[in-house]
């Protein structure tokens, strides 16, 4: 079984400081993806990575940055927390190939930004 | 990605089969239908997709019409675990580039005993 975990299920921090969500896939995955979900809004795209050292930026980078430095683990970065990136965010990982859009997601991680 | 329609919300007795209808009026030839859910307080979860045939497999099944403008997801026996927000989504397969899933607000399916 694809196993797809994230570091921490809640988490809370104060605005301005420094947040890091990590990810990591046991399945040799080439395509990693950071989500976030918010009511109404369905999952939104922040950034993804086909490999490792590459990112692309998604629908909604402002305010994140992201870090592949292993093929296993994907960092999602805030450099300066706000209120409005209280969020639940999602990973997820697809293998490149016949099934690539397939997509495998971790349990998220539900922020609050006080 | 062509947008998809689903109604907001259905009610299914357990053991009973669930029908989740989508409608994609505007998808194009080369395009899949993908359903994914999402159990509360859970990442979502791949289902089922297709083409034009219709598709099952040990969780779903999945209805495509001839025009493809639709399709209904089928699970055959709901159960409890069943209860969930079921997202239809259409997407190119296999395409390169921004490789993300556009998920709508899909339908909560609340299976009752």
């Known amino acids: 079984d694809v196993k797809v975990t994230q570091s921490s299920r809640y988490l809370v921090k104060r605005t301005g400081e420094k947040v890091f969500l990590e990810c990591v896939q046991d399945?040799?995955?080439?395509?990693m993806f950071w989500y976030r979900q918010d009511p109404g809004l369905g999952l939104r795209l922040i950034y993804f990575?086909?490999?490792?050292?590459?990112?692309e930026k998604g629908d909604i980078p402002e305010g994140y940055s992201v870090s592949r430095e292993k093929k296993e683990r994907f960092s999602l970065i805030l450099e300066s927390a706000s209120t409005n990136q209280t969020s639940m965010y999602l990973c997820?990982?697809?293998?490149?190939?016949?099934?690539?859009?397939?997509?495998?997601f971790g349990p998220g991680t539900r922020l609050l930004v006080l | 990605d062509a947008k998809t329609t689903q109604p907001p919300s259905m009610d299914c007795a357990e053991g009973r089969a669930a029908n989740l209808p989508c409608n994609h009026s505007?998808?194009?030839?080369?395009?899949?239908v993908y359903w994914y859910r999402q159990i509360h307080s859970q990442g979502p979860q791949y289902i089922i997709h297709g083409l034009k045939n219709n598709e099952t497999n040990e969780m779903a099944s999945l209805i495509i019409t001839e025009d493809r403008k639709s399709s209904t997801l089928i699970l055959p026996h709901a159960t409890l675990r069943d209860t969930a927000v079921y997202y239809c989504i259409v997407r190119v397969f296999g395409q390169t580039g921004a490789n993300n899933l556009f998920f709508g607000t899909g339908t909560r399916l609340t299976v009752i005993p």
């Open positions: 990575s086909y490999d490792v050292k590459m990112k």
């Open positions: 399945m040799d995955h080439e395509n």
């Open positions: 997820a990982s697809s293998p490149r190939g016949v099934l690539q859009e397939t997509q495998y």
């Open positions: 505007t998808i194009s030839g080369n395009e899949y």
